[in-house]
C-alpha cells in the first residue's frame, strides 16, 4: 500500500521523472509491475482532473494572476474554446504526449464548462495508453538511462548548472 501511495503522489511532482523511475525499479525487480503502472495511471488522472475542475472552478481567480491573464484574454481564450469544439479529443491525446500543453489545455477545458463528462473519459482513455508506454520504455532502455546519469560527465553538467 505505501509503494502504491508513494508512487501516486510522486506523480504529482513530476510525472515523468516517476514513471521513469518506476520502470527502472520494475526492471531491477524493486516493485511490482502491475501495481505500479495501476499506481503511476492514476496519479497522473488524479493530475489531469485537478488540474481541469481548478479550471473549471477556479477560472474567474485565475484570470486575475499574472501567469494565466493572457490565456483568459477574451479573445484568445474564445480562440482556443472553438478549437477544443472542433477538436477535442485530438488535443487532449496530443497533449498528453507533448510535456507543457497539459497544464494550459487542462485549464481551458476546465474554465469553458463544456466537457465535464467529455474530458475526465478521454483523459482516462489518454493516461492508460501514455503511462505503461512510458513505463515500458524505461523498462526497456533502464540499463542506457542508468548509465547516463552515473557517467562522469553528465556529473560535470550538472555542477555546472548547480554551481551557476
Given at each position: 500500500?505505501?509503494?502504491?501511495?508513494?508512487?501516486?503522489?510522486?506523480t504529482f511532482l513530476s510525472e515523468d521523472?516517476?514513471?521513469?523511475?518506476?520502470?527502472?525499479?520494475i526492471k531491477?525487480?524493486?516493485?511490482?509491475?502491475?501495481?505500479?503502472?495501476?499506481?503511476?495511471?492514476?496519479?497522473?488522472?488524479?493530475?489531469?482532473?485537478?488540474?481541469f475542475y481548478l479550471g473549471?472552478?477556479?477560472?474567474?481567480g485565475l484570470k486575475s494572476l499574472n501567469k494565466f491573464k493572457?490565456?483568459?484574454?477574451?479573445?484568445?481564450?474564445?480562440?482556443?474554446?472553438?478549437?477544443l469544439d472542433k477538436h477535442?479529443?485530438?488535443?487532449?491525446?496530443i497533449s498528453r504526449f507533448m510535456p507543457g500543453t497539459r497544464l494550459p489545455v487542462y485549464l481551458i477545458a476546465g474554465a469553458t464548462g463544456k466537457y465535464l463528462w467529455k474530458f475526465p473519459f478521454y483523459s482516462f482513455i489518454a493516461c492508460i495508453v501514455w503511462t505503461p508506454l512510458l513505463i515500458g520504455l524505461a523498462y526497456?532502455?533502464?540499463?542506457?538511462?542508468?548509465?547516463?546519469?552515473?557517467?562522469?560527465?553528465?556529473?560535470?553538467?550538472?555542477?555546472?548548472?548547480?554551481?551557476d
Open positions: 500500500m505505501t509503494e502504491f501511495l508513494t508512487i501516486t503522489f510522486a521523472l516517476t514513471c521513469i523511475t518506476t520502470g527502472i525499479l531491477e525487480s524493486k516493485i511490482s509491475a502491475g501495481l505500479s503502472v495501476f499506481a503511476c495511471t492514476m496519479g497522473i488522472y488524479l493530475g489531469d482532473l485537478i488540474l473549471f472552478f477556479f477560472h474567474k493572457n490565456i483568459f484574454e477574451y479573445k484568445l481564450f474564445r480562440k482556443y474554446e472553438n478549437d477535442f479529443v485530438k488535443v487532449i491525446f526497456l532502455y533502464s540499463d542506457t538511462i542508468l548509465n547516463f546519469y552515473n557517467n562522469k560527465i553528465h556529473n560535470r553538467f550538472v555542477e555546472l548548472g548547480v554551481n
